[in-house]
């Protein structure tokens, strides 16, 4: 059974920091891409980042540029999103997810709609 399990939310102030990690119970973690979504209330689920599963490519939204770091770990089956200098407006329910398309394309990684499993999403909120 397919299970992805997000942890490290929380409550920080803005310009602090925290790291969300992704434990994915899924075969050949290392042949997916690990992409991480977030969702504020009243929003779309929104794109942040990605990573691929060949050559680590990564890839993520202007908004968090310079902010967020992907990274994964295939021997730990485990994705990563480090959030630095978070500002209010990053507070959302953030969303891990695999996507099993071969060499997707940055238009494909961007559509929820392609991934083939969400874990249940981990609270991360900016007080000001």
């Known amino acids: 059974q397919v299970q992805l399990v997000e942890s490290g939310g929380g409550l920080v102030q803005a310009g602090g920091s925290l790291r969300l990690s992704c434990a994915a119970s899924v075969p050949s973690f290392s042949r997916y891409v690990m992409s991480w979504f977030r969702q504020a209330p009243g929003k779309e689920r929104q794109f942040v980042a990605a990573i691929k599963a060949i050559g680590g490519a990564t890839y993520s939204t202007d908004s968090v540029k310079g902010r967020f770091t992907i990274s994964r770990d295939n021997a730990k089956n485990t994705v990563y999103l480090q959030m630095n200098s978070l500002k209010p407006e990053d507070t959302a329910v953030y969303f891990c997810?695999?996507?099993?398309?071969?060499?997707?394309?940055?238009?494909?990684?961007?559509?929820?709609?392609?991934?083939?499993?969400w874990g249940q999403g981990t609270q991360v909120t900016v007080s000001s």
């Open positions: 997810a695999t996507l099993s398309r071969w060499e997707p394309s940055y238009a494909e990684i961007l559509k929820p709609g392609n991934y083939d499993y």
